[in-house]
C-alpha cells in the first residue's frame, strides 16, 4: 500500500532534498535515512542540503522575491487557490503518507491536509483585503495612511509532529503577502516535505511562477542554524522545541531580524465540580492521547475539583482501558507510536522522575512488545497522580502522559493552570457561566489559546494561533496573523502649498 503512494506523490527510494521549486538541486549534503515509527521500516532515502545547496537556494529565493513582490496580490491568492485544489487531489495519499512517516492515526493524517485546503481557502480571500488604516493628519491639507509591504524571504523552520500543516500555514500567507519561502521541515519526517513540493509544482509551472518562490532545503539543526543567522532572511518562523526557540530567538534578535516562534505547551483543563463530565471525558482523553500525546496543544494537565475528582478520574481510567493502541493506518485503533525510540526513552524517563519526585499513577505506562509493535515506538497512555509544583509537570513531556491534580476553589484552578514555564492552549469545562467569564478574563487564562466546553488541542485555522511565555508569542495561521509577514509603512501626502511641520515646530529660512 505504501508503495503506491510513495509513486503516486513521486518519491523514489532516494531523493534530493533541495528544492528552488521545480527544480531538484543535485544536492551533496548528509543522506537522511526516512523511517517510519509504524513498523520500523526504511522508507527512502533523503539527501540534504550543504552550505553550497543553501546558498544558491537562498540566492535564487532573492532574485524571484524582486518579481514575485510585483505580482498583485489576487493574482499570487490565485496561484494559493490552485494549490488548494491539488491538495484536495492529493489529500488520501498526502495524509497516508503523514501517517506512515510520523506515526499520527488516519484520521489526523487527513485532518492534517485539510488544514493545509482550509489555510489555502483563507489565504485566498485574504490576498484581497490586506488593508491598512487612514489617519486624519494634525496638518491642513495632508492625508496620512499606512500601507503594508512584502518582507522578503520568509524561513520557515518545523517540527516533525505537523510535517506538513505547519508549513502550509505559513507558507500561503508569505505567498499571498510577498514573501518567498525556503523551507527546512523536520528531519524527521523528510518524505513528507518532498510530497508537498511534487504535489505543488505543477501548479508553480502552469502559472509560471518564477523559480525561487518555493523553496526547500533539508537538513537538521545546523541547516536551521544557518537560517537563524542569515541576514538575507528577515523573518524566521521556527516550529518546534523551547529550546530550539531560544537558540533561534537569539541568534535572530542579535541580528535584529524577526523571529516568529511557535514553541512547547503545557496545557491544561479545568474540570470544575458544574462540567458535563459526559462531554469532558472526550475532550480530555482526545487531548491527552491524540497524536499519542505528541501535539503541542496536547492535554498534559486536569486540574479537577475535589467534588468530582473520583467519579471523574474513574470514568478516565475506564475510558483509558477500552484505548486500542496499534498501527495508525487501521482506523479502528486509538493511539499510535511515539515518533522514535529517543521520544521512547524521554517518556520512560520522566515516568520515572514522576515516581521520584511523589507521584502515583492510576493508569500504568510501559512499552508496549510484540510483532505489532515491532518498531518499538508504540508506549501505553498513563495517568499520574501529582503536584503541579513537580519540576516534571513543569516540563513538557512530549508523549501520552496525563497528569491529574486536585483544587477546591477556582482562583486556585487558575492559578495552578498559570503556574507552568508554557501557555499555549487552556480550557474549562462548566455550564456556570461566572465561572467561565472568569476564566477567559484578564484574571484568568495566560494563554493565547483559552476554550469553554471544548479541549486544549484541535484548533481552527480561522483564529491567531500561538502562545505566551516560553511558548514564544508568535501568532499563525488567522486572524490577522498576517501582519508578521509584512512591513507596515506609513505615508504622509502633503497636498497644500506650504510644508508645516508636525508638532506645530517653526523653521523659516528667510
Ligand atoms: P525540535 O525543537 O527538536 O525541532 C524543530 C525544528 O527545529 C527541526 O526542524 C530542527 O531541525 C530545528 N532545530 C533544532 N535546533 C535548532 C537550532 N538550534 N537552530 C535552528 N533550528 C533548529 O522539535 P521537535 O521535536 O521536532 O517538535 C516537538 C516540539 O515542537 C514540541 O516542543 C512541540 O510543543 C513543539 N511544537 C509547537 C507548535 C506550536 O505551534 N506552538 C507546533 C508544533 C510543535
Known sequence: MINDILQQLHITAANSGVSTGTIWLDAKGPVIQASSPVDGQDIATVTAATRADYDQVIET???????????????????????????????EALGKLVSYEMGKSLQEGYGEVQEMIDICDFAVGLSRQLHGLTMHSERPGHRMYEQWHPLGITGIISAFNFP???????????WICGDVCVWKPSEKTPLS???????????????KVPEGVCCLVTGGRETGEWMAADT???????????????AVSSVVGARLGRALLELGGNNAIIITADADLDMALIGCVFGAVGTAGQRCTSTRRLIIHESVYASFTQKLVK??????????????NHVGPLIDKDA???????IEKIKAQGGSFLVEGGVLSGDAYASGCYVKPCIAAVENTYAIVQHETFAPILYVMKYNNLDEAIAMQNDVPQGLSSAIMTLNLREAELFLSQAGSDCGI??????????????AFGGEKETGGGRESGSDAWKSYMRRQTN?????????????????LA
Open 492 to 508: 504622509t501626502i502633503n497636498y497644500s502649498t506650504s510644508l508645516p511641520l508636525a508638532q506645530g515646530i517653526k523653521f523659516d
Open 344 to 350: 521512547v526513552n524521554l517518556y520512560l524517563d520522566s
Open 319 to 332: 475510558a483509558y482501558q477500552q484505548l486500542r493502541i496499534g498501527n495508525p493506518l487501521d482506523e479502528n
Open 232 to 246: 538575507r532572511v528577515p523573518l524566521v518562523s521556527a516550529t518546534g522545541s523551547t529550546r530550539m526557540g531560544k
Open 193 to 207: 516535505a518532498i510530497a508537498c513540493q511534487q504535489i505543488i509544482q505543477d501548479v508553480l509551472r502552469s502559472n
Open 61 to 91: 529565493a532573492q532574485a524571484a522575491f524582486k518579481e514575485w513582490r510585483l505580482w498583485p496580490a489576487p493574482r499570487r491568492g490565485e496561484v494559493v487557490r490552485q494549490i488548494g485544489e491539488a491538495l484536495r487531489t492529493n489529500k
Open 450 to 463: 483559552a476554550n469553554v466546553n471544548i479541549g486544549t488541542s484541535g484548533a481552527e485555522i480561522g483564529g
Open 164 to 174: 506538513v500543516a505547519v508549513w502550509s500555514w505559513n507558507a500561503m500567507l508569505a
